[in-house]
């Protein structure tokens, strides 16, 4: 069956830092790759997407590559800001209707 | 603008008191999800509709029951809550089903049980 696993958090950071969050899937085809990002007290908001391999989706700063080969959509940004404190999921989608989650890594920014 | 819309943002109701939460959308999307997410955890899928037709997830509680009178509105129904039903329930919209339809989540109600 499809499952997504993803970096434990929490994860803290000083503003200006590198973010790096590691997500591996595996999925029995080809799925479409999805970072979701949860900010307090909210509904999940889609933050990028990458639907085939070699793909990257981009959105406020943050980015992800879908690695085949390496079954892997790691997501990253260079400089974080406070307002980027979130808990962040990693999902995919193979075909279907249904959305398989990870974890979540919760994200704190300190100013 | 909001598109997905919930209703209330916070609902409290008592031990076996049957209580209802609303969504609407405005992207007219043909299908609507209902999740449950609890502190800490990543949603998990109650049931969805694609238009009419109602798709129950095969470890959802007969507790839980689900309405879709139109497009635009959906509905979650908990007949008789137990404490372990408090949580956050988001609903979320796609325009289809398929790998490479986002879903759109709506904010949530937090659900808390007295």
């Known amino acids: 069956g499809n499952s997504v696993t993803q970096m434990e958090g929490p994860v803290t950071l000083s503003e200006e830092a590198f973010l790096t969050i590691n997500c591996t899937y595996t999925?029995?085809?080809?799925?479409?790759l999805f970072w979701y990002v949860q900010y307090p007290g909210e509904g999940l908001q889609l933050l990028l997407k990458?639907?085939?391999?070699?793909d990257k989706g981009s959105n406020k700063g943050f980015e992800a590559t879908y690695r085949k080969e390496t079954t892997s959509f790691h997501l990253e940004k260079g400089s974080v800001q406070v307002s980027d404190s979130a808990v962040y999921f990693c999902?995919?989608?193979?075909?279907?209707?249904?959305?398989?989650f990870g974890a979540g890594t919760t994200v704190t920014v300190r100013a | 603008d909001a598109m997905v819309i919930q209703n209330p943002r916070y609902q409290v109701t008592q031990f076996g008191k049957p209580v209802t939460l609303s969504c609407s959308q405005t992207?007219?999307?043909?299908?609507m999800y209902w999740y449950q997410q609890k502190s800490s955890q990543a949603p998990k899928l109650l049931f969805h509709?694609?238009?009419?037709?109602?798709?129950n997830e095969a470890d959802t509680p007969d507790n839980f029951q689900s309405r879709r009178p139109n497009t635009s509105f959906c509905f979650l129904d908990i007949r008789s809550p137990g404490l372990g039903d408090a949580a956050m329930y988001l609903c979320?919209?796609?325009?289809?089903?398929?790998?490479?339809?986002?879903?759109?989540f709506g904010d949530g109600t937090r659900l808390s049980i007295l």
């Open positions: 999925a029995t085809g080809y799925p479409s």
């Open positions: 992207l007219n999307h043909n299908v």
């Open positions: 999902a995919l989608s193979d075909n279907d209707y249904k959305l398989s």
């Open positions: 990458a639907t085939k391999a070699d």
């Open positions: 509709y694609y238009d009419k037709d109602f798709n």
């Open positions: 979320a919209t796609s325009r289809e089903t398929g790998g490479d339809q986002p879903q759109h």
